[in-house]
């Protein structure tokens, strides 16, 4: 009898070689799974398992873990406001968690021989996908075809056509990952330190001119209502910002950052409605909470970024955080107010029954109602006092 093995299927470049080189060049019954993490609709889904169907799988699978995947990951990453390298809102490094994770448990269901997946060997998905296997499958082989045989984008192009495959190869130049958190788009010219990916090769084409204002209203932190439209769930909400902000081109830029295996890597990459809502999210923190619960935060989710940016999600501290992320948005309600331009954005300002911005305690630069002049000299003598005797003590003994 053959071995399965299961294959994370995209239907893209990389994992289309991988069912053709598994089944005809190694013998393997594949059997393929495609997790929705919020980027493929409808249709984009039926085309996938076509796909898959015309490569000749043993099997299909396609699990929707988008509601999952905010439920898990992407409501501590708003909470927290993480940018990678204050620029990547971790589109693809996150949802790669709930693929490796959907991946595994398919995997244990159907009693595979091996896993397979399509990263090469030069980023950051290989080791994410290969960690939470070792862990959640331990001992389970782990195939990875592009990576094993060091192959180009080219190379796999030539070798799909030598099958008889038919694709739309000049779109597979670039590599797309699609995810409620942003897509991902990389090709050669984020090869090189210098260049810019061309109009063509955005998922999301300009389409919108002019300027709106749309009222973003959050709800312990988590967005709920977008202008007069409620949502059931957070990830409707994600949806139809992205629908809104899209078109006008906001959220596109290019992250320049450390891959886990030690080199330095560029990807470009659009999320519109990611940008908008952590920065909107930020300005609303801003006013509710403490400063040092936005510096505690600040610190404690730069790290929860970077540890779940290196596939380190299962990691127990990463359950401590997330409670600690959970426990400051208690009073994070109000409504932000953004406008959005052709490829920007401009938070205009909040409303909230929490906001610590109040007349009542005095006017920022103008005006101060709960304390004195003399309130003041006390305090900011006291307040550099040590600093104080630190410094006369230091010139007394250096004279």
């Not at 984009?44 to 099997?59: F, H, N, P, Q, Y």
């Not at 898990?72 to 390298?85: D, E, T």
């Not at 103008?366 to 104080?388: A, H, R």
């Amino acid at each position: 009898m053959k071995k399965k093995v299961v294959l994370a299927f995209s239907g893209g470049l990389d994992t289309s070689y991988c069912v053709k080189y598994l089944s005809e060049e190694k013998g393997y019954e594949v059997h393929t799974i495609t997790i929705n993490t919020g980027g493929f609709d409808k249709d984009e889904i039926k085309a996938i398992e076509d796909r898959a169907k015309s490569l000749g799988v043993a099997s299909h699978k396609t699990v929707d873990e988008t509601k999952n995947y905010y439920d898990k990951v992407i409501r501590y990453l708003i909470y927290g406001n993480i940018l990678k390298n204050n620029t990547y809102p971790l589109s693809v490094s996150a949802e790669r968690m709930s693929q490796a994770l959907a991946t595994a448990n398919y995997a244990k269901a159907l009693k595979a021989d091996a896993v397979a997946h399509g990263s090469t060997g030069a980023g950051n998905d290989q080791v994410r996908f290969d960690m939470i296997l070792n862990i959640l499958v331990p001992g389970i082989e782990i195939i990875t075809p592009i990576r094993e045989l060091k192959l180009s984008r080219e190379e796999e192009i030539s070798f799909l056509k030598a099958k008889g495959v038919d694709m739309n190869f000049e779109k597979a130049m670039y590599s797309i990952n699609k995810g409620i958190w942003g897509t991902s788009v990389g090709g050669k010219e984020t090869l090189k330190s210098l260049g810019m990916l061309p109009e063509e090769a955005w998922p999301t084409q300009v389409t919108k001119k002019g300027d709106e204002t749309v009222k973003l209203t959050f709800n312990k932190g988590e967005l709920t209502k977008i202008n007069d439209k409620s949502f059931s769930h957070p990830t409707e909400a994600i949806q139809y910002l992205q629908s809104l902000a899209g078109p006008y081109g906001i959220g596109r830029d290019i992250h320049v950052g450390d891959t886990i295996i030690g080199i330095k890597g560029r990807v470009g990459f659009e999320a519109a409605a990611p940008m908008v809502i952590i920065k909107a999210h930020h300005a609303l923190e801003k006013h509710v909470l403490t400063k040092w619960q936005l510096s505690w935060k600040d610190q404690l989710a730069q790290f929860y970024g970077n540890w779940l940016h290196e596939g380190q999600y299962l990691d127990p501290v990463m359950r401590d955080i997330e409670a600690y992320l959970g426990s400051t948005q208690q009073h994070v309600t109000g409504e932000v107010h953004v406008q959005l331009f052709p490829y920007r954005f401009l938070v205009l300002g909040i409303e909230s029954q929490y906001d610590l911005m109040s007349s009542k305690f005095g006017k920022y630069g103008e005006m101060n109602l709960g304390w004195s002049g003399d309130d003041v000299k006390g305090f900011s003598k006291i307040f550099g006092n040590q600093t104080m005797i630190y410094q006369q003590v230091k010139d007394a003994a250096e004279k």
